[in-house]
């Protein structure tokens, strides 16, 4: 579709989905009297800078249903991130935005080269997270025949790979790599496997994995990008060309804005990304910090698809880490010690990367007397933190107990992550 009827539809769906937002959801209706302005004042994309941010934290302050724009007999999904305080971020699609998803997702695929003789192997996880079922529906409308393996035992899904055919894989990059491990430990190699490509996202990965990723299993690696808050994996994604990834901008408006002054900035300019929702019925977003830092262009694909490109994700505006595919937020980890109270407010959180997976240590000060106690009672407390951090957070972490005062101090911003992975 070329640019002049691409914006007429995004103009129409914005001004429709400003109204829906406006009449049936009350936070979004108070936002906007707070800005003085009514659905009618925006009436072209144009005017989308008027309109208030929302955030992360609006959604825990409507936690969970209080950002909903349709009575909840409609609500046909739910589906849940991780929060910084324990409580999931929370999202719900109707009938229709499941179609939306499973619509966005087969570009994805088809743009990695899936079809109807495809096997495609869904190794993202199943259930609350969005991946696994985004990458199925998606599949199942390209028409291919799709392996719901789920994450884990990669010995089994090596083996399914092999006897079932699987010509593209669905997973984590970290993930691609662990299988590649594990391939050569099995003693099997790519020829042994029907694979062509994989569609690798949920977490940030470099040009140089990419590289790794295509010469250890002999695939086409494509990058894909998602965050539930918007409708999960299906956002964006990279086409054969592998020159930045489209966004379907169809279903969700974008934008790039300074992070620090909010201000909208032009194409090349690298700043924060602003995702709108304007096909969405269950759950519309307007204007929705992501927090992640790309850049955007419009010049034409090689591949002639006329969307917008963004770059891949180049860092964060905010504290949150990505660890196989799990949100982490320091504040998280801060939570579970003071509800313990068993130790010292001081930790930090440190990040590696070993044999292709991200591993997470969290360093906890404890008390002079404690540091001092026996190692055995050492120990029950650090399995006892390491348990209620897996409750919390959602992926497992080793827990160090240090010494007092050994965790460095700042007069500024406490220095509360140190993450060693090349990305």
């Known amino acids: 579709m070329v640019r002049t009827e691409l914006s007429a539809v995004q103009a129409a769906r914005l001004r429709d989905t400003i109204e829906r937002a406006y009449r049936q959801v009350p936070f979004y209706r108070s936002r906007m009297q707070a800005a003085g302005l009514l659905p009618e004042d925006i009436a072209s994309l144009e005017h989308i800078g008027k309109l208030p941010f929302t955030t992360k934290q609006d959604m825990r302050d409507n936690y969970p249903y209080g950002l909903f724009a349709v009575p909840l007999a409609e609500i046909v999904r739910i589906h849940a991130s991780s929060g910084t305080t324990g409580k999931p971020t929370v999202v719900g699609y109707t009938k229709r935005d499941i179609g939306i998803w499973a619509e966005v997702m087969a570009r994805t695929l088809t743009a990695a080269g899936a079809n109807r003789q495809s096997f ?13 079922l985004g990458a199925h529906y998606g599949a199942e409308l390209v028409g291919a025949s799709v392996i719901p393996v789920s994450s884990g035992n990669t010995a089994r899904q090596i083996m399914l790979m092999k006897d079932f055919g699987t010509t593209l894989l669905a997973c984590t990059p970290s993930y691609a790599l662990y299988i590649a491990e594990t391939l050569g430990e099995m003693g099997l190699e790519p020829k042994d496997l029907s694979l062509r490509a994989g ?7 470099s040009e140089r994995m990419r590289k790794e990723i295509e010469a250890r299993l002999s695939i086409k690696a494509i990058d894909i990008y998602g965050l539930s808050e918007i409708i ?13 990834l489209h966004i379907n901008e169809d279903h969700f408006y974008p934008e790039i804005i300074n992070p620090q002054t909010g201000e909208t900035l032009p194409d090349g300019e690298k700043g ?23 850049v955007l262009t419009h010049e034409p694909c090689a591949c002639g698809r006329t969307l917008v490109r963004m770059g891949k994700v180049l860092g964060r505006s905010d504290d949150m880490l990505i660890i196989r595919g799990v949100n982490v937020f320091p504040s998280q980890v801060e939570t579970v010690l003071l509800g313990l109270g068993e130790t010292s407010p001081h930790y930090q959180l440190i990040v590696d990367r070993e044999d292709n997976l991200d591993k997470l240590t969290v360093l906890v000060e404890v008390t002079e007397a404690m540091f001092s106690d026996e190692v ?4 029950t407390l650090e399995h006892k933190i390491e348990a209620a951090l897996g409750s919390v957070l959602g992926v497992s972490a080793q827990v160090r107990l240090v010494g007092p005062k050994s965790i460095e101090r700042s007069e500024g911003k406490a220095k509360r992550v140190i993450d060693n992975r090349k990305l």
Do not use: H, N
């Open 120 to 132: 495609i192997q869904v190794a993202y996880g199943y259930g609350l997270f969005t991946g696994g």
């Open 199 to 205: 569609v690798f996202g949920a977490e940030p990965w």
């Open 232 to 244: 999960g994996p299906g956002v964006a994604s990279e086409c054969e060309c592998q020159d930045g």
């Open 272 to 294: 924060e990304l602003v995702l709108t929702t304007i096909t969405k019925e269950g759950m519309p977003m307007i204007r929705y910090r992501t927090r992640d830092l790309t």
């Open 376 to 379: 055995r009672r050492l120990e």
